[in-house]
């Protein structure tokens, strides 16, 4: 009897210390038990496990729950710990935009972990306020909350709910109230783009995608490898990805857009583009009907350009162009769709504003209105656009179908200022038609460099005392036509003596501005040129009985209007480089010498010729006249890192031959 009694108070003592300890009783020899936040804070590590981060992401996890209706209901939890005092500092205020018209979010919970405490901050302290809006004034709004004072080691633990979508608004009828004002642009369609780098280290991100049974969903991971999984039950299909231990991302200068560099899963609901090109359609058709006023503007048009009887290439010229000009670009909020739904031409034709898709619609309302058979499509500036038919859009542009079947895009939003119908800086870019039969993805075609020339022509001569007086000749086109245009077009008249002279100043900050003539601003029938005379006292220093200067055209070339030639490239580089246009520079120089001198040492003539850049430089003495010649090309916009040696080869010999020059009696 005392023996089952002592058994009976054993057992019980263990039981006793189990549950104070919060051991599991089953616990296996060698296993963990699921790790609590203290434990994700405590093994996350420090700085110096993360190369120096100011802070980690610890976890971050999401569960997106879609309905029939393509609603998202997504419960997230985010931890982060606070490496530095940096990192306390950038942690020290959470932020989470919304757009109230479209999504919603609610901040369920926020925690500062401090060692083995759980302190809790008060989310009634949040401040809902409008968002910072430069160009784009819609009703777009930010909820900010203020931690109190955080200590190195502090772990910030979020939970978050959001229901809804970040794109267009339509109306819809039959929907429950909670859910009407978040059914997505395409009713019952869902997508989503996540990316799984940071520039912050990532201890564990998890993303998981619960649909009803009877969706088909596509899905592609990019960028790199990640682990997914798919499982099932009665009504519901899930799928997860999830990534760990992946350190910061540490974005490099001209590189292309975060969503094609970093890891990242795109999935989508949408059957295919066809079906996404006929919704496109069927939600804006009814946008582009034409009134008096607009078909009245269209034959003033024509009429003031002389093409009332010309072709439908050269109609539709001048209204890209009139567009371009006559619409400014500033998103106003005017009601529900500031989405993917178009205004009215009507509408954008009285407020003379709005943002791409507006003006857009714009341009295809007044090609209809001459007899043009034109449609509105989209695109995405500056990135490319994957395989998976989801929303990867971010502008608008326009359509015209040729009777051969065949499509001529036009850009009016990109054109401001630019002799093109399709600016050189979207080439290759992905697109996608609204049309009523369904189109597939289409991209525009590679612009050689040719089409973006940048010749520049610089004459001068030496003076005895070493001053040089020289004239500077800039003609452009495509890409370079633009850039030459926003010379003129970023400066007041008042203001273009003081530009010039900035323009200028990395020759010499002795630079006197002489005169300066240039092409007219809105003729885009021809190649925008400028003339710039110019003085700069003491250019050539007197060295050892001679005289010592760089080239002036060299300078200017490589020191701003060719930039890149001076930008310090690194050894080794993961991203791809990124210049949106391919460009072509050449420039010659001729410079009168002083009586009884010449060049001692002309620089060899140097060629490098590699897959995606060009240079040839050389220079020599002709009679009295030194001459100089430079040519550089960027074959593609886009130069991945197998051919970034090569790219930096030509930059690096490039950069070499701004050196200077000596001059020497014979």
């Keep these: 009897m005392k023996t089952k009694i002592f058994v009976i108070l054993l057992l019980l003592t263990i039981s006793c210390i189990n549950a104070q300890t919060g051991l599991p009783q089953s616990l296996p020899p060698g296993d963990n038990p699921p790790p609590t936040v203290f434990d994700r804070i405590m093994n996350a590590g420090d700085a110096e496990d993360f190369d120096s981060a100011a802070y980690v992401i610890v976890v971050d996890s999401s569960i997106n729950t879609v309905n029939k209706l393509g609603v998202a209901k997504v419960n997230s939890y985010i931890l982060y710990k606070a490496l530095t005092e940096k990192g306390c500092k950038e942690l020290s205020v959470l932020t989470w935009g919304y757009e109230p018209m479209s999504n919603h979010v609610e901040i369920h919970e926020v925690n500062i972990i401090r060692k083995n405490k759980a302190i809790p901050v008060p989310v009634d302290s949040i401040r809902d306020l409008p968002a910072p809006q430069s160009g784009i004034y819609w009703s777009d709004r930010i909820k900010v909350l203020q931690l109190p004072r955080l200590r190195v080691g502090d772990g910030i633990e979020i939970k978050v709910f959001r229901k809804g979508y970040s794109y267009a608004l339509l109306d819809s009828e039959g929907i429950e109230p909670d859910d009407e004002p978040y059914i997505p642009p395409m009713p019952g369609q869902y997508f989503d783009i996540v990316l799984f780098e940071a520039t912050v280290p990532i201890v564990e991100k998890k993303y998981i995608l619960k649909l009803p049974s009877d969706k088909r969903l596509h899905s592609k991971i990019y960028n790199g490898p990640m682990f997914s999984s798919t499982s099932y039950t009665t009504d519901t299909t899930i799928y997860t990805w999830w990534i760990k231990n992946v350190p910061a991302w540490k974005p490099q200068r001209y590189r292309p857009d975060d969503t094609d560099i970093v890891t990242k899963v795109v999935v989508a609901t949408v059957e295919s583009w066809e079906a996404k090109s006929r919704w496109f359609f069927d939600i804006n058709e009814k946008q582009f009907e034409v009134t008096d006023a607009i078909k009245t503007k269209v034959d003033e048009i024509f009429d003031r350009a002389g093409v009332t009887n010309g072709t439908e290439d050269e109609k539709a010229f001048e209204l890209v162009h009139w567009v371009a000009q006559n619409i400014r670009y500033s998103g106003q909020t005017m009601g529900k769709g500031e989405g993917y739904t178009l205004h009215s031409g009507a509408m954008i034709f009285e407020q003379r504003s709005g943002v791409c898709k507006d003006i857009a619609g714009m341009l295809v309302t007044m090609m209809r209105a001459a007899g043009m058979d034109s449609y509105a499509a989209m695109t995405m500036a500056g990135s490319r656009i994957e395989d998976v038919p989801a929303d990867q859009f971010n502008h608008?542009?326009?359509a015209l179908k040729k009777k051969g079947g065949n499509f001529v895009m036009y850009d009016p939003t990109w054109v401001t200022f630019n002799k093109d119908i399709w600016s050189k800086y979207e080439t290759e870019q992905h697109y996608l038609i609204g049309t009523p039969r369904g189109e597939t993805l289409r991209q525009i075609a590679y612009s050689p460099p040719e089409e973006s020339p940048l010749r520049v022509t610089s004459t001068g001569k030496i003076l005895p005392d070493g001053t040089f007086e020289g004239t500077f000749e800039l003609k452009g086109d495509g890409a370079m036509d633009s850039r030459l245009r926003g010379m003129l077009r970023r400066?007041?008249?008042s203001e273009i003596n003081n530009y010039l002279a900035r323009l200028l100043h990395y020759i010499s900050d002795r630079v006197e501005l002489i005169s300066y003539e240039h092409g007219e601003l809105l003729d885009f029938k021809k190649s925008m040129w400028w003339k710039i005379s110019y003085r700069i006292p003491e250019f050539a220093l007197l060295v050892d009985g001679g005289y010592e200067f760089k080239s002036p055209m060299m300078q200017l070339t490589s020191y701003n209007l060719f930039r890149y030639i001076t930008y310090n490239w690194p050894e080794k580089r993961r991203d791809d480089v990124f210049f949106y246009a391919t460009q072509l520079l050449d420039a010659s120089?001729?410079?009168?010498?002083?009586?009884?001198?010449?060049?001692?040492k002309p620089k060899e003539v140097k060629e490098i010729n590699e897959t995606y850049a060009y240079?040839?430089?050389?220079?020599?003495?002709?009679?009295?006249?030194?001459?100089?010649?430079?040519?550089?090309?960027i074959k593609r916009r886009q130069i991945p890192p197998d051919g970034y040696d090569g790219f930096r080869r030509v930059m690096r010999e490039t950069k070499k031959s701004v050196s200077y020059t000596h001059l020497r009696a014979h």
Excluded: A, H
């Excluded at 120089?589 to 001692?600: A, N």
């Excluded at 003495?621 to 430079?630: L, P």
């Design 491 to 493: 400066n007041r008249l």
């Design 615 to 633: 240079f040839n430089g050389e220079s020599k003495m002709s009679k009295k006249d030194f001459v100089i010649k430079q040519k550089v090309i």
């Design 396 to 398: 608008c542009v326009v």
């Design 589 to 600: 120089e001729k410079i009168k010498l002083p009586r009884g001198y010449k060049v001692t």
